[in-house]
């Protein structure tokens, strides 16, 4: 019993320690507790909890980082420093910016410097609230003012800006902005709108021609005179040319697999990329005849516009056309007593008749844009004469213009008079409490001491208006809306979802209102409304109830004999016999004993009818629900069921585990229970060891499910057991569960210490049904070659090279395996297919040698009988290009970074030299030059990479900066290519330069891995030439020049280097590029 105690004296410190120096000591000794520790830090000094950032940087949540910034702003400051030095840190910042910085909102009024500080260096998600914005142009308009730009456009809700400032001030603003040629695909009229019409509309018509239609605002500014704020980015220290090439396995993924039906074509459905581009096309909204009218007297005043369009207005044929130019004229009249009286003195004389629908919408438009219900009344007198027809009197309208109708009615509640019958019979049938008519203070005032009046004798209509405007001062209000709403359904529910008159309606409301906190609330205040239990037991005969709070609260405090627990529970069993229905199991197990279920268990299990079997399988499903709880050592757990037993023993005390794994090892059944039990326990291996024997299978599907969901460690014993089962098991007979972790596991799903053997376990699993659902687990054995064992390895590579290398299997991929691969298709094979990865695989496995000795045994072991079957095949196949796809394949993998760099292995001079030796014997040197050179510059990489180790053996260890090992490794490599270079002429002939350098050329473009540090490293390489004080040499490196110096960041010691030489070549070359470009020729 010490733990519950432990417990809540954990809880009780976490709660109110607040000594600074007793939390610090806390938090140190659950440190490697974070959820604990945390609890603590919040009540630590401020000086420590800045220090302690950066070492919870990754584990920190939104929520952490409020508590802690509300105590100390400056953690917000010390979390971004942080940050920008986290990876991992930021790839979560990143995923959730907008909770990260929604929690620094508390710092705004804490040290709003600080705030603004990071909003300026950090904030890109959309704009401040309005509150927000408020309180900082009133309180931080220095710092406004500062960078106005950038508030306006991206951080402060512009509406609320204008409001904040003086027209003098928004008239600078958008003068500034105007300036501003960097914001040109933000700046517009409908951005600044806001600001504009904070200026009088003397002024607003001239300043609006000057800044949009003139645009005489003095010299741009191009470019931000600050830096603007921008979400951190990870630092690519990993970003070098040290990373072999690795092939994504799901270019082998065979999808004919039994366990997952071929995947058919996507659909161009609503949840496709294809759909999705296909809609991101055909939302770019072309502009109406509307809105281009709109666009062309956009910066027009009322006269200029009425002037222009008053004449189009007469000549124009269609209804569409007229209805534009009015709708034009009624924005450009801005509400403005005078305009909107010219307006409807040319509506009423000259298109009073009009088609209804234009009118409809001149009125609909005047209401809504104008709030028309405020003009004068002989204005008003003019649209209602324009009206005529549309309903605006109470009669029938067609069509009925409801705006109109409901702006009459307003009107009329303003100016305190009372509407005609006919108006109200027609504002009842479209009922409106004009909160969305955006009225002032005392127009809303006004509506609350009418409204209610005109609505007396419609209850309905009365309760919208009372809820819509909180109207509280009515007397005795709730009493008599629950006079009314007696024996009216429609009204209880209003009242009901309006939380009106609740208490006193509460009789009429349980009938209706079958949910839980109606049972609750007749417990506590009229348990009469319950009556004997009848009533529930027909809601739960109709359908599955969540009522489990009232039947225990029923249990508790009614559960005395032949009180309403009992009633409930008689009403409900007598309903389960006339209609045994399962929606009725489980109230019935919660309001009955232990004993009675297992007895109703029992009794049930003997019918052995369906329905019975059904419903006693119902009630173990629900047993855990009754009191007193189980021992089920007392009780057969054939009556329990397997759920019962499993919600007993899983959250039993850890000192019965023993004794609960012994019971159910005795039972089939109970095995998958058994070895849940005992994971990660010292019972594992036992119990697992006892199953696997019986049950294979199970044992199998449990331990996958539990391993390979969390990444956890897994035992080594435990990977052996389940490794055997995978081994001797068929294949196809697996759970589909472990088929589907087998085939389509996520890598990060592994446990890292057996994530080399178990892709050799899938991959001979998988061979033994089909070899094509193996490739996607051997490119994985490929990526970790270096951690498979030697032995699995050599007997994969054993097995290809004795088995498959034919001219069949070269010839026709599909003896092995073809997805992609056409067979009439020798000359452009792609790398893609089964052949290539196990050349690959060879490949690699040739320079992973740790010693001397295991060199020379895989030379003669696998390196000599591949290159004896190799030459068999050359030999007999006519159209060689097959197979030189393959050994070009072989060839690139032997460029094996990781084992040149490893100092645990040994030099692979050896294997180039053999490699070559064998390849001279079939392969002719001048027909296949090519292929020469690559094993050539391989070599050459290979000696530059051990070079650098012998500088800086520590050069390539951890993820740290690798620019120092690049340096030395491409300042070296180019001196082994400019030796090569002059060897090669002093051997040969000087025009093979050309070929050298075709050679260069195509080494670099497909070896070289394509990162961000590759143009630098060529640089390098070309510096390393240049060291090499040959003619040669510098005709290479000129030609790497020609090809990468557009793209070089700093080259000039290379263009200097490459001018000041003493080759009259070199320099020819240079001025003729330089001509050339001159003149446009490239």
Known sequence: ?????????????????????????????????????????????????????????????????????????????????????????????????????????????????????????????????????????????????????????????????????????????????????????????????????????????????????????????????????????????????????????????????????????????????????????????????????????????????????????????????????????????????EHVETLMKLLTEKHKNEPSNLRATVVRSLIKRLKFWRVPEDTWSLMLTFAHGLGLDGHDGNPLCIEGLHAVILRSILNGTTPTADLMKAYYNHFTTFKDFGLKGSEVMQVKKHLPTILQGRPKEFVDVVSTYKIKDIANLEDNLAKSAIGNEDLINSLFDKRIARRQLIAETFPIKQFEASYINALRHDPSLLGDGVIFASLAVKEKTNHDRFLRTLKIYFGEEAGLADQHLAALSNALNIAPKSSLVRPIAMLSNTECIIKKIDELRKNKTNADLKLASRFQNSIHTCKPHINIDKVDWKILGLKAVGNNILISKSSALEHNIKSCLQRNETFPLALKLALNTAFEVETFTFVVVRRPKIALQVAVSYYFNASLTMPPEMWKIVKEIILTLDYNKLPRKVLKHLAYIHKSEIPKNIEADYWTTVYQARMRVKREKAMPALCMVEKLLHKVDKDVVTKIVNDFIKNDITVKNLTNYDNLYSRDIEVDKPSDVINNNCMCLYMRIIAKYLVFATNSEEQCEIIKNTLNPFFDHIEIVWKDMEDKSYIVNCLDAFLKSLKCTRAFKDPRYVSCELIFTTVTSRLSSFMVLKEYLYQYMKINFTQLYCSAIKSALKQNPHCFEGNDDKSEAMHIVGNKFGELIGNGIVDLVSEYFFSIIEIYKEGLRYFISEYIPYKESRLNFIATVTRGILKIDKLEAYLVAENLYREYKSSWMNSKDITETLRSCKYQEIKYFLSHDNFAVSNHFY
């Open 1 to 337: 019993m010490s733990k519950p105690g432990v417990n809540k004296m954990k809880h009780w410190l976490k709660a109110n320690l607040k000594d600074p120096q007793r939390c610090e000591e806390f938090y140190t000794y659950y440190k490697n507790d974070f959820e604990d520790s945390i609890k603590y830090l919040k009540s630590c000094s401020s000086l420590f909890i800045i220090n302690q950032v950066g070492n919870i940087i990754e584990k920190l949540t939104p929520k952490h980082l409020k508590v802690l910034c509300q105590i100390c702003p400056t953690v917000a400051k010390a979390y971004f420093e942080c940050l920008l030095k986290n990876n991992n840190a930021i790839m979560k910042y990143r995923e959730c910016e907008s909770e990260f910085f929604e929690s620094f909102k508390c710092i705004l009024k804490l040290d709003g410097n600080l705030y603004l500080e990071l909003i300026e260096s950090y904030y890109t998600q959309g704009r401040l609230s309005s509150t927000a914005t408020q309180y900082i142009v009133k309180n931080f308009k220095i710092n406004f003012l500062a960078k106005q730009e950038l508030y306006t456009s991206q951080i402060l809700d512009v509406n609320t800006l204008a409001t904040c400032l003086t027209p003098n001030e928004c008239r600078d603003l958008v003068f500034n902005l105007a300036k501003a040629e960097y914001l040109q695909d933000w700046f517009s009229y409908k951005s600044v709108e806001p600001l504009i019409k904070r200026l009088s509309l003397e002024e607003r018509t001239c300043f609006k021609k000057l800044i949009f239609i003139d645009k005489a605002v003095g010299e741009k500014v191009k470019e931000w005179p600050y830096k603007k704020p921008e979400c951190p980015y990870s630092i690519n220290i990993t970003d070098n040319i040290f990373d072999d090439e690795e092939y994504n396995n799901y270019e082998y993924d065979c999808y004919e697999d039994e366990e997952y039906p071929k995947i058919p074509r996507m659909l161009v459905t609503k949840k496709s990329p294809r759909y999705c581009l296909m809609h991101m096309h055909s939302v770019v909204k072309k502009k109406t005849l509307l809105d281009q009218l709109f666009d062309k007297y956009r910066f027009a005043g009322f006269f200029k516009t009425y002037a222009e369009l008053k004449n189009r207005l007469q000549a124009e044929s269609t209804i569409e056309g007229r209805q534009n130019i009015l709708l034009v004229l009624i924005s450009k009249s801005g509400g403005v007593f």
